[in-house]
């Protein structure tokens, strides 16, 4: 077992300031679920007692979680490939080399997605600007080049950044960019609620639908308060680890829900009454970011300029949470095989590129990844996070981070909710999705 933090790595680059932390944190957990997939599943599952649900859960699991991994990283002063074996857990070395795997195969499809974003951005910018643009999902998704192009960018863009590290490259735009998107978002949001109509479609979409609320609804709550945070092992581990010895992970940790559940929140009061307004339907995935919404911009009066507001306001945190991706790998590479940074992030760029190429070949091909990578081991990599923090780490060097420079109360229930209340529920959200989806 750890019991001191002079086990990890020296040398390891760490935030230079509280703000950048906490932008840093947020933006990996503030991406492209947010805009669609949450404002769907408060639909899907009853409106408003479906927020209810996720609220009351991110408090009771994601909160915990969140600490969990940033204090399990912080006190083995390591990122995913040797938190897990640091902490003492058994065959911690192999989960954390499959843990990475799954991140890079999830970066992939990921990336490909950020790409469709920057095309559109790319696209309203052009139309803003007075010229001509007649693109479109359709002609996106069958063209294996202007995929390949976006794809290219993204990589490109977020290996740029990666190149000059941690304080010079993640926390510098990150400390901009987020406050870049809540203000364009913020923007939007008044904007979608001057239609007409669109304040009656806000308070629809909010009424409470008992009918839609079922017995799995709050495992369904459970499961996106873990997707939209960026639990698993890997991002929060990464970023934790270059948390300072000073930091507050409680208030770290209060601060990224918020920004995450204020974002989702925005996110659906501009998608949901757009599309009512316009009488253009809100069912999930791509379509609702890629279909739906170039159509309400296509009717709204300025509707160029606003597009270009919401795809670039969503490329900004998309791109991060793809940043988060490639670290995960960089990081692995370097603190686990000795690479230099600067060659790990060209080779986990390039290799996230070739690995989204089936993606644009094989319909279907994105659903299946995600729920392999995505729904399945993202997961199964917060167990083993939260068991190498509840069961290997002593427990009075575990309640010491979560206790250090805080003056929020950090109560030793809280140890054991972590240790035994977490895996359950965690495990509980896995077999649903696996029940649900076979």
């Known amino acids: 077992m750890v019991s001191n933090e002079s086990n990890g790595v020296a040398d390891r680059s760490s935030f230079s300031t509280s703000w950048g932390t906490i932008c840093s944190t947020a933006g990996v957990a503030i991406g492209l679920g947010n805009i669609w997939r949450f404002p769907y599943m408060m639909g899907k599952h009853g409106g408003v007692l479906f927020l209810m649900a996720y609220l009351a859960i991110a408090v009771a699991f994601g909160l915990p979680a969140l600490m969990a991994e940033w204090s399990l990283a912080r006190h083995t002063r390591s990122g995913p490939f040797c938190a897990l074996h640091r902490a003492g857990l058994p065959g911690g070395r192999v989960v954390s080399i499959v843990m990475i795997f799954s991140v890079l195969m999830a970066s992939s499809y990921y990336g490909l997605l950020v790409g469709w974003v920057l095309y559109f951005t790319a696209g309203f910018a052009v139309r803003s600007f007075g010229f001509g643009w007649s693109g479109s999902f ?4 069958h063209g294996v080049l202007l995929q390949s192009i976006s794809l290219g960018c993204v990589s490109l863009i977020s290996g740029s950044i990666l190149y000059f590290g941690v304080r010079h490259g993640i926390e510098k735009v990150s400390r901009w960019g987020l406050p870049v998107f809540f203000v364009l978002i913020a923007v939007l949001v008044v904007r979608v609620l001057t239609l007409e109509g669109a304040t009656n479609a806000l308070g629809g979409y909010l ?5 839609h609320f079922k017995p799995t609804t709050p495992l369904a709550a459970l499961g996106q308060v873990f997707f939209s945070f960026g639990l698993g092992g890997t991002f929060m581990v990464a970023y934790g680890s270059y948390m300072r010895s000073d930091e507050s992970i409680p208030r770290v940790a209060i601060f990224t829900a918020g920004a995450d559940v204020v974002a989702a929140l925005l996110a ?3 998608v949901i009454p757009a599309a009512l307004v316009f009488g253009l339907p809100t069912e999930a995935g791509p379509s609702l970011m890629f279909d739906v919404m170039p159509a309400v911009f296509e009717k709204m ?4 300029t606003f597009g270009l507001m919401f795809f670039g306001s969503v490329f900004l945190v998309a791109l991060l949470s793809q940043m988060a991706a490639f670290e995960v790998v960089i990081d692995g590479l370097t603190h686990g095989f000795r690479w ?8 986990v760029a390039v290799a996230s590129s070739l690995l989204a190429i089936p993606a644009m070949y094989i319909g279907g091909y994105v659903e299946m990844s995600d729920f392999i990578w995505g729904t399945t081991m993202q997961p199964l990599g917060a167990v083993f996070a939260v068991l190498a923090f509840a069961w290997c780490l002593h427990r009075g060097d575990a309640l010491s981070q979560l206790r250090r420079n805080t003056s929020l109360p950090v109560p030793d229930w809280l140890f054991y909710w972590i240790k035994y209340g977490l895996p359950i529920g965690i495990v509980s959200t896995l077999l649903f999705e696996w029940v649900s989806h076979g």
């Open 138 to 141: 359709d002609v996106l998704s």
């Open 207 to 211: 009424v409470p639908r008992a009918d």
């Open 268 to 270: 659906g009061a501009i």
């Open 301 to 304: 009066t300025g509707g160029a």
């Open 340 to 347: 230099s940074r600067q060659r790990a992030v060209v080779v």
